[in-house]
């Protein structure tokens, strides 16, 4: 974290997402913070709490992948939940508390991740002796005891290769070498201290004020939410886990809402929103593009497996992100999410064709690209065929 300055995160995150540069610089002095807040003087800080963010924006612009892409450069337990998941009619919905819960169990595979990473090497000896073991008849040396328990043992289980073995005694043998409190210790100490919380559709919850009485689902759910993001300690099956200084980025399209029509003790807890932008014609032309692992990119490593080599020309791709644009502008508009239906439109025939195709070079150009959306652009009902 020391050498992960803000304008370095901001760089990684624009590896993997296009545009969107005040979200990015948000999340990343958040990010930022937490480094800072670990120099500060123990009794300080305890008093120093997260920067909560709202991200403001239509679906598909990016909000969910900054807040996972920030999770995975700085190793920090991820859980992405919707808001509208805790309500139902009357409220009757799940424990709020139970994001706590599944976000230890996220922190707990981390750190087994990484126990095991450390005790590998002990464990690969350990499995070898066990291979010799069950390779090698037992010597006369052994007691009877120990020599009929191996024999039956032999017997209840099913033959297997060797790398299967090997494989199925390292998970086991890495296992036994692993300390499982101090596993449970760190694990509490990652989610309470470093863990990140995406509340997506928070908008759903904060609704205009209903004509035919209070809203019982929604307010429900803001107030069991509140202490939660407050700060308050749940009772997990590894212990104790306080929030205080879990980051919670919230998300929502805020079409027929806004921030203020939450609750104001909420509120005051998001004291940080960014608004995300509609994508244009030029942010689909980047997303095909420039990202480390674009969808064009994606599309030509699949087909690659069948000896296919896939490629996009410059006017195809330009045409890919002019339809993109098009009917995001002119139905529903769903961002970036367009591009793969369009996407899977057109590479549907190469990807069907593919072990079977004489020619095992195929251009994608523009007037591919048209030739195979011309019949679904002339359909009155788009989103018919495009999702």
């Given at each position: 974290?020391?050498?992960?300055?803000?304008?370095?995160?901001?760089?990684?995150?624009?590896?993997?997402?296009?545009?969107?540069?005040?979200?990015?610089?948000?999340?990343?002095?958040?990010?930022?913070?937490?480094?800072?807040?670990?120099?500060?003087?123990?009794?300080?800080?305890?008093?120093?709490?997260?920067?909560?963010?709202?991200?403001?924006?239509?679906?598909?612009?990016?909000?969910?992948?900054?807040?996972?892409?920030?999770?995975?450069?700085?190793?920090?337990?991820?859980?992405?939940?919707?808001?509208?998941?805790?309500?139902?009619?009357?409220?009757?919905?799940?424990?709020?508390?139970?994001?706590?819960?599944?976000?230890?169990?996220?922190?707990?595979?981390?750190?087994?991740?990484?126990?095991?990473?450390?005790?590998?090497?002990?464990?690969?000896?350990?499995?070898?002796?066990?291979?010799?073991?069950?390779?090698?008849?037992?010597?006369?040396?052994?007691?009877?005891?120990?020599?009929e328990e191996n024999e039956r043992n032999q017997r209840t289980?099913?033959?297997?290769?060797?790398?299967?073995?090997?494989?199925?005694?390292?998970?086991?043998?890495?296992?036994?070498?692993?300390?499982?409190?101090v596993v449970t210790e760190k694990a509490i100490e990652l989610?309470?201290?470093?863990?990140?919380?995406?509340?997506?559709?928070?908008?759903?919850?904060?609704?205009?004020?209903?004509?035919?009485?209070?809203?019982?689902?929604?307010?429900?759910?803001?107030?069991?939410?509140?202490?939660?993001?407050?700060?308050t300690t749940v009772n997990t099956r590894y212990g104790p886990?306080?929030?205080?200084?879990?980051?919670?980025?919230?998300?929502?399209?805020?079409?027929?809402?806004?921030?203020?029509?939450?609750?104001?003790?909420?509120?005051?807890?998001?004291?940080?929103?960014?608004?995300?932008?509609?994508?244009?014609?030029?942010?689909?032309?980047?997303?095909?593009?420039?990202?480390?692992?674009?969808?064009?990119?994606?599309?030509?490593?699949?087909?690659?497996?069948?000896?296919?080599?896939?490629?996009?020309?410059?006017?195809?791709?330009?045409?890919?992100?002019?339809?993109?644009?098009?009917?995001?502008?002119?139905?529903?508009?769903?961002?970036?999410?367009?591009?793969?239906?369009?996407?899977?439109?057109?590479?549907?025939?190469?990807?069907?064709?593919?072990?079977?195709?004489?020619?095992?070079?195929?251009?994608?150009?523009?007037?591919?690209?048209?030739?195979?959306?011309?019949?679904?652009?002339?359909?009155?009902?788009?989103?018919?065929?495009?999702?």
């Amino acid at each position: 974290m020391a050498d992960l300055t803000p304008r370095e995160i901001v760089r990684e995150l624009d590896r993997y997402i296009v545009g969107q540069d005040a979200a990015k610089k948000a999340v990343a002095v958040a990010i930022r913070n937490r480094w800072r807040r670990q120099q500060l003087p123990p009794e300080l800080r305890k008093d120093v709490t997260p920067k909560n963010i709202i991200m403001i924006g239509p679906t598909g612009v990016g909000k969910t992948e900054i807040a996972r892409r920030l999770a995975q450069l700085v190793g920090a337990p991820f859980l992405k939940v919707e808001a509208t998941k805790y309500t139902e009619v009357g409220y009757h919905g799940r424990d709020v508390e139970s994001m706590i819960r599944d976000l230890a169990e996220i922190a707990i595979g981390l750190v087994k991740q990484e126990q095991r990473r450390l005790v590998e090497t002990q464990a690969r000896e350990r499995v070898k002796d066990r291979l010799l073991d069950l390779l090698v008849p037992a010597s006369t040396g052994w007691e009877a005891d120990n020599a009929e328990e191996n024999e039956r043992n032999q017997r209840t289980q099913r033959k297997i290769s060797i790398k299967e073995a090997r494989r199925v005694l390292l998970e086991q043998e890495s296992e036994a070498l692993i300390d499982r409190q101090v596993v449970t210790e760190k694990a509490i100490e990652l989610t309470e201290n470093q863990s990140i919380i995406f509340v997506d559709e928070l908008d759903k919850i904060c609704g205009p004020p209903s004509t035919h009485g209070p809203d019982v689902s929604r307010q429900g759910v803001q107030r069991d939410l509140l202490p939660v993001v407050e700060g308050t300690t749940v009772n997990t099956r590894y212990g104790p886990v306080r929030t205080d200084h879990i980051l919670f980025i919230a998300a929502g399209a805020f079409h027929l809402s806004k921030p203020s029509d939450l609750m104001p003790e909420l509120q005051g807890r998001f004291p940080i929103r960014v608004e995300l932008t509609d994508l244009k014609r030029d942010d689909f032309l980047r997303i095909l593009t420039e990202p480390k692992h674009s969808l064009t990119k994606q599309y030509a490593e699949l087909l690659a497996t069948e000896g296919v080599t896939l490629e996009f020309s410059r006017d195809g791709i330009e045409a890919l992100a002019d339809i993109a644009y098009e009917v995001n502008r002119t139905m529903q508009n769903i961002g970036a999410r367009r591009l793969h239906t369009i996407l899977e439109r057109v590479v549907e025939e190469v990807s069907f064709e593919g072990p079977e195709l004489p020619d095992r070079r195929v251009v994608i150009d523009g007037v591919y690209v048209r030739g195979r959306l011309t019949e679904i652009l002339e359909k009155e009902d788009l989103s018919k065929f495009i999702l």
